[in-house]
């Protein structure tokens, strides 16, 4: 058995070497032909019209094929080359659009950063005269102190003589909105203050009607000269509704002397609501009021020389004139 498998082997490594043989020499053949006609002569005749001085020269044909290729080669690289040119051409001029389209954005933007500054330039008063007048402090230069919250970076001041200035003017926009934010949001916080202490305290008109006598010295209307009015006094027809300005609690409600029928109510912040000459009461003492609940009717009780509601405010034991508390009316 092993001997006829080292046969088979023999046989195999035999024929492949005689394969070898026949291939290497048949490409030795095409070779050599390939190389014989390569280096055939080929004669070039140049005959001038006057059949003179014939010029000839003996060139090959591996010669021949040589400056074909090269005549190729050049070609080539020649329509490369200009296909390259045209193309470049064509970037060029469509790099050139794009930077014609880009300065006059430039210049749009240079103009609307030119407008935005002035537009800010023109709400700084404005911005200073809110802040002044919620936080009630003149010194409003502090207003725009950023206190090195936003910053010049080391790159821009590096930059400074080659940056458009319009970057550096965004840059001090980007501050002034910014010390802007922190004021408004100042305003806002005082503004929430304010609306809750104005929801406590008296700040509505108390009837419909008109003022017949206002706050301060008067001349009686009883005829006996001239007497302090603690009080405005709104007239209305008999029945008109009379509501309260502000909530509390009732700590009077009935019959006053002079006041006639009288409603007193106590408030936030020290405040006191006086409601005089009421034809009808619907509250009592001790009751809980809302802001414009219906407490009473205007009538002409007391001493009283028409229908009216005598209406009094008192922070502490101390009158104050209603008017600035009824800006509502006017």
């Not at 010049?152 to 550096?168: A, T, V």
């Not at 502000?246 to 912040?269: C, D, E, M, N």
């Amino acid at each position: 058995m092993r001997f006829r498998i080292r046969q088979y082997n023999n046989r195999i490594q035999k024929n492949i070497s005689e394969k070898k043989f026949f291939i290497k020499k048949r490409y030795n053949k095409l070779w050599d032909a390939f190389l014989e006609k390569g280096h055939e002569k080929m004669t070039i005749m140049l005959i001038p019209h006057n059949e003179k001085n014939i010029f000839n020269f003996h060139i090959s044909k591996f010669t021949i094929l040589f400056f074909v290729f090269l005549f190729m080669i050049v070609v080539g690289t020649s329509s490369y080359a200009v296909i390259k040119n045209a193309s470049i051409n064509s970037k060029k001029e469509e790099l050139l659009a794009n930077y014609k389209d880009i300065r006059s954005n430039l210049i749009r933007f240079e103009m609307m950063t030119k407008n935005t500054a002035k537009l800010v330039d023109k709400m700084k008063p404005f911005i200073e005269d809110v802040y002044e007048i919620t936080k009630g402090d003149n010194d409003v230069d502090k207003i725009w102190e950023s206190n090195g919250e936003i910053s010049e970076s080391d790159d821009l001041k590096d930059y400074r003589n080659i940056l458009p200035d319009e970057i550096f003017t965004l840059r001090e926009l980007q501050k002034e909105l910014v010390c802007t934010t922190k004021t408004i949001k100042t305003v806002k916080n005082f503004i929430s203050v304010r609306s809750k202490v104005y929801n406590d305290i008296p700040s509505i008109v108390p009837n419909r009607g008109h003022v017949t006598s206002l706050y301060g010295w008067r001349r009686s209307p009883f005829g006996f000269g001239r007497d302090f009015h603690a009080g405005i006094d709104i007239a209305a027809a008999p029945r008109t509704e009379i509501r309260a300005t502000a909530p509390g609690t009732v700590l009077t409600s009935g019959w006053a002397g002079g006041y006639g029928f009288l409603i007193r109510i106590q408030h936030k912040y020290g405040y006191q609501t006086m409601y005089g000459h009421c034809e009808k009461l619907f509250v009592k003492a001790g009751d809980q009021v809302k802001k414009n609940q219906l407490i009473g009717y205007v009538g002409q009780t007391g001493s009283a020389t028409g229908n009216h509601c005598h209406y009094e405010i008192r922070l502490g034991n101390t009158s104050i004139n209603p008017y600035p508390y009824m800006s509502r009316l006017w």
